[in-house]
């Protein structure tokens, strides 16, 4: 599950491709007491679980509206077609689902990849779409499209989140290991732009390439550059790979502070033990957040599944909580009403207010640096040691961005 899980992760961040920008279809009034949602989520291979905690999610947000009423005076039907997370599978189910079953949202698309092929089509299908999870910060760039709205963080925000806490940590020469794609090399400029503004040094920038199993040169090199804090950038199972091996040989020992990039999560706890206690990571959500939304929904969520949200979870069940906001505030579930409702729409959520920048359809959001710790009974946990609002690290509208 571990190696599957990374593996997947590494396809909802690094996954990306051109696309088309578009406007929503001309608005006109819906009356209809039913407002229909495709989720099309993978249901094989490595994204398989991703997929179902992706459509748990969306089940979950329909459930509750539904029994407060529906929104805006309508009920919400999911109509779920599953994929293999391939794009052009998930660009046929998605024209199935509009133009044979009446859907005119969809949601629980996984990989940067699908969403920009799905994103090209959503125009002609006069549909939107939520992204709960494709990170790819092209897809709020120079490929943005005015019928897709993103409510997980984008690559950059969640990075530069790290940047801000790192005056604070411990070690003063820094050691770089990064995945050879464009996030690898897109983290490490933001980083070393963070050290040399906090004072810190970069004694080494090395650069496996995806899909390394064997990480023996890059430790050797890390260890004889005197080093003593690592900045890591690994995904999947590189990222599995690369903890593994450090411990064996006791890399940790040599420095001062380890900060990961969604280097490890919760699912890999388990997996990888007591070799990642004391480790930093970025979270993107902060499961104790104290609002009421967010206390009522992981209660309610824990009561149905035994087990507490996590970041797919949270963000496909935000994605739809976003929606539902664009329809209470148009009072219409026709697309090109609810897209002018949700341009710079401020909201009340399960991770405190938010705010979807009309300028690229990125929401604003806080996100985290934490460190791993033993919780109370034992378990490795994550405790939050910073938390950065969204406003504080979201970009500046790219001026390539034409909505």
Not at 244 to 272: C, H, I, K, W, Y
């Amino acid at each position: 599950m571990a190696s599957k899980f990374w593996t997947a992760l590494s396809a909802l961040m690094i996954g990306g491709l051109v696309v088309a920008c578009g406007t929503p279809g001309s608005a006109g009034t819906d009356t209809s007491d039913v407002v229909k949602v495709a989720i099309i989520p993978p249901s094989s291979g490595a994204l398989a679980q991703f997929g179902s905690d992706a459509a748990d999610a969306w089940q979950f947000a329909v459930d509750e509206v539904n029994a407060s009423g529906g929104v805006a005076g309508r009920q919400i039907e999911l109509v779920r077609i599953d994929t293999d997370a391939t794009p052009a599978t998930t660009v046929r189910a998605a024209r199935e689902a509009v133009t044979q079953q009446g859907a005119r949202f969809i949601g629980a698309v996984m990989t940067s990849t699908e969403n920009g092929a799905l994103n090209a089509q959503l125009p002609g299908l006069n549909a939107l779409s939520f992204n709960g999870l494709g990170k790819d910060d092209a897809l709020t760039g120079k490929d943005c499209n005015a019928n897709a709205f993103r409510t997980t963080q984008s690559t950059t925000m969640d990075m530069n989140a790290l940047a801000a806490s790192l005056a604070d940590l411990p070690g003063d020469k820094w050691a770089i290991q990064a995945v050879d794609y464009s996030t690898g090399h897109t983290s490490a400029e933001i980083f070393k732009e963070a050290a040399a503004k906090a004072g810190k040094t970069v004694v080494l920038e090395q650069y496996a390439p995806l899909n390394t199993t064997e990480f023996g040169s890059y430790i050797s090199k890390i260890v004889a550059s005197d080093a003593d804090a690592l900045f890591a950038v690994e995904f999947g199972a590189d990222g599995i790979a690369f903890v593994n091996q450090a411990a064996q040989f006791n890399l940790a020992d040599r420095f001062e502070t380890v900060l990961g990039f969604n280097m490890v999560s919760e699912p890999l706890f388990d997996a990888l033990g007591d070799k990642i206690l004391g480790y930093y990571n970025n979270i993107g959500y902060d499961v104790n957040g104290e609002n009421a939304l967010n206390t009522k929904f992981v209660t309610d969520w824990a009561a149905k599944h035994g087990e507490q949200p996590y970041t797919v979870v949270v963000d496909n069940y935000l994605a739809a909580q976003a929606l539902f906001e664009g329809i209470e505030k148009a009072n219409s579930a026709d697309p090109a009403d609810v897209s002018a409702a949700l341009n710079d729409l401020t909201f009340d959520s399960i991770v405190g207010e938010v705010t979807m920048r009309g300028g690229d359809h990125q929401l604003i959001r806080p996100s985290y640096l934490a460190k791993v710790v033993k919780d109370g009974n034992g378990a490795l946990a994550f405790e939050k040691v910073k938390a950065s609002a969204g406003a504080d690290i979201i970009p500046p509208v790219d001026p390539a961005c034409v909505l």
